[in-house]
């Protein structure tokens, strides 16, 4: 059913006494709104937006459904900017080699048509008024066309920067924050770096600018003023895992003082595996627990290295404003950690 009304507070009226999916329209009806009502992580109804048009660059990621039991994972609904897809790094366990496995491009960075990049988020902005954020960096590495004639810091920045109300969530393992610093954009703009322990990121990062070098890019942000989190993720329980991890996070904070910490561990969807060309992280799984998010490290192993990393950025740090990612609700209630209180990565 749709229906056709001028103000989006008129949908949003119609959605919640009508839903469960509606649309409203405004000018180009190619370029509608599609509301959804679906449950938050507290239970309540909330209205989301699903997508905008067709959903080929604005779409809401609602892979994990309402928590109903331990074994379900619990990650927060959010708006993709789908703007492009793939990337330069060769991660192992890089999930969009099974998200793109039937491309004969594979996830070879691929930037979508231009005008409709602009159009979609231009009218995103014109009829959503309730702030949000995009990640711009689910499908891609945010900056993975920086210094080309479309980029995200040369093209979409500056449509974020013409409002006052939606922010842009670039997610990064790149050192090439040039055109980031130069667009002016910390009212706007919040950083992600994703980082991980040294000898992890060496083995299986490959061809990622070595994590210290991501850690001064960082601080070049957040010393200009920009909101920048950090993901740890996905911790890998090497040997001596305990120390090279400690390592990290004390090399982040000797270097400046992270908004947001999201944390992750290991997991491999099917897909995933079966489309890597690299998987020796693989035996780190063959003793986990299955979720709705693939093959996972086994459960107490992942508890110890969250809680020692929860323990000493409380310890040493008096930092708690950590969350978790892609984990189970019997792990978030294991650490006594409140899911419904989430802060993570990907939301404001």
Not at 47 to 67: A, C, E, S, Y
Not at 198 to 212: D, F
Not at 253 to 261: A, L, N, T, V
Not at 316 to 332: P, Q
Request: aromatic share 12%; hydrophobic share 35%; charged share 25%.
């Amino acid at each position: 059913m749709t229906v056709i009304v001028k103000k989006p507070k008129a949908a949003i009226k119609h959605l919640i006494e009508n839903g469960p999916i509606e649309r409203y329209k405004v000018g180009d009806a190619s370029l509608s709104i599609r509301l959804k009502k679906e449950k938050n992580l507290y239970g309540h109804d909330e209205i989301f937006v699903d997508q905008i048009g067709d959903g080929r660059i604005i779409k809401l990621f609602d892979k994990t459904p309402f928590p109903m039991k331990s074994t379900d994972v619990i990650c927060p609904h959010f708006l993709e900017l789908k703007w492009a897809n793939g990337c330069y790094y060769d991660c192992a366990w890089c999930y969009l080699n099974g998200t793109f496995r039937f491309f004969e491009r594979g996830k070879n960075p691929h930037l979508k048509d231009e005008d409709s990049i602009i159009s979609h988020i231009q009218a995103f902005f014109k009829q959503w008024n309730k702030p949000t954020i995009l990640n711009s960096g689910e499908l891609a590495d945010s900056l993975v066309f920086e210094g080309h004639p479309f980029s995200l810091s040369k093209d979409i920045i500056p449509l974020f920067k013409s409002q006052n109300r939606h922010k842009l969530l670039i997610l990064t393992k790149s050192t090439n924050v040039e055109g980031v610093l130069d667009s002016n954009s910390q009212n706007t703009v919040i950083a992600s770096f994703s980082l991980n322990a040294y000898p992890v990121a060496t083995r299986w990062e490959k061809k990622t600018p070595h994590p210290r070098d991501r850690i001064e890019a960082a601080k070049r942000l957040f010393d200009a003023g920009y909101e920048v989190r950090i993901r740890v993720d996905p911790m890998v329980p090497v040997e001596e895992w305990k120390e090279v991890y400690i390592e990290l996070i004390d090399d982040v904070f000797s270097s400046f003082y992270p908004e947001r910490i999201t944390l992750g561990s290991l997991r491999g969807l099917r897909s995933t595996i079966n489309n890597c060309e690299d998987t020796s992280w693989e035996e780190y799984l063959i003793n986990g627990s299955n979720s709705n998010w693939g093959k996972k490290v086994e459960d107490g192993i992942r508890f110890d290295m969250y809680k020692t990393l929860l323990s000493h950025l409380m310890t040493v740090y008096d930092y708690n404003n950590v969350g978790l990612c892609k984990e189970t609700v019997s792990m978030w209630e294991n650490l006594k950690i409140d899911y419904k209180k989430i802060k993570c990565n990907c939301i404001l």
